[in-house]
């Protein structure tokens, strides 16, 4: 007998979900103990989003490093539209960096109590995560400029898969960073 | 089709550079800010003062402000100069990628706190104020 599912159906079904229970974590600041909620749940959300995003687009550089057709022109507007949400995030980061350094703020209540927190954790990932941006749009933009004639295995697509490996990686290293502090002081 | 098939490498190798000069410039900016925090925190809040609420976000402004406009100006003078070349990208990766690690490294405080000095912590002096 024949499966009443296809291999797409599963994974749609996990893309989905992983999406909307990931999704949830940032909610949780809605009945949470935090004292600036609009910028923290935006700015999780953000980081949710764009980790979620990034995800789908190294997976997009699999088919487009076999040279599959239409592959490059797919992952090149998941490119462009993640960098540009990349760029909110960061804007709402910002955002949120003013409670989080202001007088009493967890800045200082981690400098007193667990300063590692603050001088290693948030000193590297207020930098790492900003360089999504550039890599996100460089992929795109080699993407636009070259896609039509780009080969299964070429150095360049090589290129392009690096720097989207490369901006999962930093996305990631944002959103891990950012999920252990907020475990230990919120905003 | 026709006019891509005229694009060179050196446009990808300007790409790269550019990437990696802009990440330099806040990892630059910062390491100074940390070094010399009278004389460079100054230049950077001028510097980020374009951005809204600069005055509440402080110094990190102005190394957000280096790290893009040294990205997108060295990206426009790469691309219409080495962008004209044809160019080997093997050791162009290679090296990007290197020179990316490198960075990350680098910028880890407890690499770059060891190398210089670690801040004393607001509870540890005489007076209480750090």
Same mark, same amino acid.
């Given at each position: 007998?024949?499966?009443?599912?296809? *291999?797409?159906?599963?994974?749609?079904?996990?893309?989905?979900? $992983? =999406?909307? %229970?990931f999704?949830? @974590?940032?909610?949780?600041?809605?009945?949470?103990?935090?004292?600036?909620?609009?910028? $923290?749940?935006l700015?999780?959300?953000? $980081?949710?989003?764009?980790? @979620?995003? #990034?995800?789908? *687009?190294l997976?997009?550089?699999? !088919?487009?490093?076999? +040279?599959?057709?239409?592959?490059? =022109?797919n992952l090149?507007?998941?490119?462009?539209?993640?960098?540009?949400?990349? %760029?909110v995030?960061? $804007?709402?980061?910002?955002w949120?960096y003013?409670?989080y350094?202001?007088?009493?703020?967890?800045q200082q209540?981690?400098?007193?109590?667990? !300063?590692e927190?603050?001088?290693?954790?948030?000193?590297?990932k207020?930098?790492v #995560?900003?360089?999504?941006l550039?890599l996100?749009i =460089? *992929?795109?933009?080699?993407?636009?400029?070259?896609?039509?004639?780009?080969? =299964?295995g #070429?150095?360049?697509?090589? @290129?392009i *898969?690096l720097?989207?490996?490369l901006?999962?990686?930093c996305? %990631?290293?944002?959103?891990?960073c +950012?999920?252990?502090?907020?475990? %230990?002081k919120?905003v | 089709?026709?006019?891509s098939?005229?694009?060179k490498t050196?446009?990808?190798?300007?790409?790269l550079?550019?990437?990696?000069?802009?990440?330099?410039?806040?990892t630059?900016?910062?390491?100074?800010?940390?070094?010399?925090?009278l004389q460079?925190?100054?230049?950077?809040?001028?510097?980020?003062?374009?951005?809204?609420?600069?005055?509440?976000?402080g110094?990190?402004?102005?190394?957000?402000?280096?790290?893009?406009?040294?990205?997108l100006c060295?990206?426009a003078?790469?691309?219409?100069?080495l962008?004209r070349k044809?160019?080997?990208l093997?050791?162009?990766?290679?090296?990007?990628?290197?020179?990316?690690?490198?960075n990350?490294?680098?910028?880890?405080?407890?690499?770059y706190?060891t190398i210089?000095?670690?801040?004393?912590?607001?509870?540890?002096?005489?007076?209480?104020?750090?």
């Open positions: 007998m024949k499966s009443m599912f296809t *291999a797409r159906d599963l994974a749609v079904t996990q893309a989905s979900v $992983a =999406a909307l %229970l999704l949830s @974590i940032p909610m949780f600041n809605v009945i949470g103990l935090s004292n600036h909620k609009l910028e $923290a749940v700015h999780g959300l953000g $980081a949710t989003v764009t980790v @979620i995003m #990034s995800c789908q *687009a997976h997009l550089t699999y !088919p487009m490093l076999r +040279g599959k057709k239409g592959a490059a =022109a090149e507007w998941v490119l462009w539209l993640t960098s540009l949400l990349v %760029l995030t960061i $804007a709402l980061g910002n949120l003013i409670p350094r202001g007088p009493d703020g967890p209540w981690l400098m007193y109590h667990s !300063p927190v603050h001088l290693i954790v948030m000193e590297y207020e930098f #995560s900003l360089y999504p550039p996100g =460089a *992929a795109a933009f080699l993407l636009r400029r070259f896609r039509h004639n780009l080969e =299964a #070429s150095t360049l697509s090589g @290129i *898969a720097l989207v490996t901006f999962w990686i996305l %990631l290293i944002g959103f891990a +950012g999920i252990g502090m907020t475990k %230990l919120m | 089709m026709k006019e098939n005229q694009r050196g446009e990808v190798a300007a790409i550079m550019s990437v990696w000069l802009g990440i330099v410039a806040t630059v900016t910062h390491l100074w800010s940390y070094y010399n925090p460079a925190n100054p230049i950077l809040l001028k510097m980020g003062s374009w951005i809204p609420s600069w005055w509440a976000i110094p990190y402004t102005g190394k957000e402000t280096a790290g893009l406009v040294v990205w060295t990206w003078i790469l691309h219409w100069t962008g044809e160019v080997n093997k050791p162009w990766t290679i090296g990007f990628t290197i020179a990316f690690i490198a990350l490294i680098i910028l880890w405080p407890a690499v706190h210089l000095w670690w801040p004393a912590l607001p509870n540890t002096l005489p007076g209480g104020e750090g």
